[in-house]
């Protein structure tokens, strides 16, 4: 077993699980001795995890899809055997639009729909002003899947309608400060960052287009996995029980300090905290089974690369879906330490409305914003069934 390891992640407040193994000596207790490395893209992380410059890291969850299906310059093995949080992203406006949006609309501003978006594009047009300009992080990522989703459903065309681009999580305020972007969604803390400037305002959060649903996993290279099962099982422990401590009310004014710190977030406590609370669009690092490596959220990414345009529907694709995400390598970890796994690998995504229980493990309501459910085995007909789609 090796004891040696560096993993990479992001400055984003759900690296929390990593910092907190890292500072409450969780990483130690499984005899290891890790060196966090923070990293400046996702894609750099990706590719040190492809070539062993890194031995894991907080990664994008359709990231590891992607990169197995060879898609943006990747053709590295990953594989997702732990989630590391629900919820967390949102999308923000710059302040002058998002103030034109409740004069446009009050009702749907307030509702956290894109209708009120709709309103101004359509205004834009007439006056022949530019196209609206927002960023997410990475073409893979429930950053760039949720802002279309939310536009899409408003009837807004995200290749047509508005221009995307990428950016890194923490230039996204200072490109909205400066008018490179007129929008972006990214996860926490940097949405809170921009309203906490005066640049931006908050006008929808992950959980109002896909309630409790997925967003980062830790991801290592397959063969690694395969080499050292000892050392990855003792890391997956190691992780649980700092989701464990950071899901807890009690330690949340601690985890907000812990990472307020430079080497980890370097943002301040009091924007960091903002996400870290109760309410429904807060940041879910372990209650729920936040930590299992659903196979439907791999087919749910799937299923928006192809509505998308990112891949072509193929076997490979429902494959290497289930083949990269490991519930198994999970519940191995899980049950060693008397964490309850789901029964299985797979559920119905987005249907249900209210709180409800899997075999007795209590479970969240996880509705999509349009109200349609996603069966993880249909990919494809799902993908095509909506009205503004490339499939």
Request: with cysteine.
């Given at each position: 077993m090796s004891s040696d390891l560096k993993l990479g992640f992001i400055p984003l407040n759900d690296c929390a699980p990593l910092a907190v193994a890292d500072a409450q000596g969780f990483f130690r207790a499984e005899g290891l001795s890790v060196t966090l490395s923070r990293e400046a893209s996702w894609a750099t992380i990706?590719?040190?995890?492809?070539?062993?410059?890194?031995?894991?890291?907080?990664?994008?969850?359709?990231?590891v899809l992607a990169a197995g299906l060879g898609l943006g310059g990747a053709g590295a093995r990953l594989i997702a055997p732990l989630a590391m949080n629900l919820n967390g992203s949102a999308i923000t406006l710059a302040a002058a639009h998002a103030a034109e949006l409740r004069?446009?609309?009050?009702?749907?501003?307030?509702?956290?729909?894109?209708?009120?978006?709709?309103?101004?594009?359509?205004?834009?047009?007439?006056?022949?002003?530019?196209?609206?300009?927002?960023?997410?992080?990475?073409?893979?990522?429930?950053?760039?899947?949720?802002?279309?989703?939310?536009?899409?459903?408003?009837?807004?065309?995200?290749?047509?309608d508005v221009r995307l681009v990428t950016a890194p999580p923490p230039r996204m305020a200072e490109q909205l400060r400066s008018g490179l972007i007129d929008g972006f969604c990214v996860g926490a803390p940097w949405n809170a960052q921009a309203e906490a400037d005066g640049t931006g305002e908050i006008v929808a959060w992950a959980a109002d287009v896909w309630?409790?649903?997925?967003?980062?996993?830790?991801?290592?290279?397959?063969?690694?996995a395969e080499r050292e099962p000892a050392t990855l099982q003792a890391l997956l422990r190691a992780l649980l029980r700092a989701a464990q401590w950071s899901d807890a009310p009690e330690n949340r004014p601690a985890l907000a300090a812990?990472?307020?710190?430079?080497?980890?977030?370097?943002?301040?406590?009091?924007?960091?905290?903002?996400?870290?609370?109760?309410?429904?669009?807060?940041?879910?690092?372990?209650?729920?089974?936040?930590?299992?490596?659903?196979?439907?959220?791999?087919?749910?990414?799937?299923?928006?690369?192809?509505?998308?345009?990112?891949?072509?529907p193929s076997v490979e694709g429902s494959v290497t879906a289930r083949r990269v995400y490991r519930p198994d390598l999970y519940r191995v970890a899980a049950t060693s330490l008397g964490v309850q796994?789901?029964?299985?690998?797979?559920?119905?995504?987005?249907?249900?409305?209210?709180?409800?229980?899997?075999?007795?493990?209590?479970?969240?309501?996880?509705?999509?914003?349009?109200?349609?459910?996603?069966?993880?085995s249909e990919p494809e007909l799902y993908a095509a069934g909506f009205a503004i789609t490339r499939a």
């Open positions: 990706r590719d040190k995890v492809a070539v062993g410059a890194l031995d894991g890291g907080h990664m994008l969850a359709p990231m004069r446009l609309d009050p009702e749907g501003a307030a509702a956290r729909t894109a209708r009120p978006l709709a309103r101004l594009i359509e205004a834009r047009r007439g006056q022949g002003a530019p196209l609206l300009t927002f960023a997410a992080v990475f073409p893979y990522s429930m950053h760039n899947y949720a802002l279309r989703y939310w536009l899409a459903e408003a009837g807004i065309d995200p290749d047509r309630q409790a649903g997925p967003d980062k996993v830790l991801g290592v290279a397959e063969d690694w812990l990472l307020a710190r430079p080497d980890y977030v370097g943002a301040p406590s009091e924007v960091i905290a903002r996400t870290l609370t109760d309410a429904p669009e807060g940041l879910i690092y372990h209650r729920y089974a936040a930590n299992f490596p659903w196979r439907s959220h791999a087919s749910w990414f799937y299923a928006q690369m192809l509505r998308w345009g990112q891949i072509a796994p789901p029964p299985q690998d797979d559920k119905i995504e987005g249907a249900h409305a209210d709180p409800w229980s899997l075999d007795g493990l209590p479970m969240p309501a996880d509705r999509f914003c349009d109200g349609r459910p996603f069966d993880p």
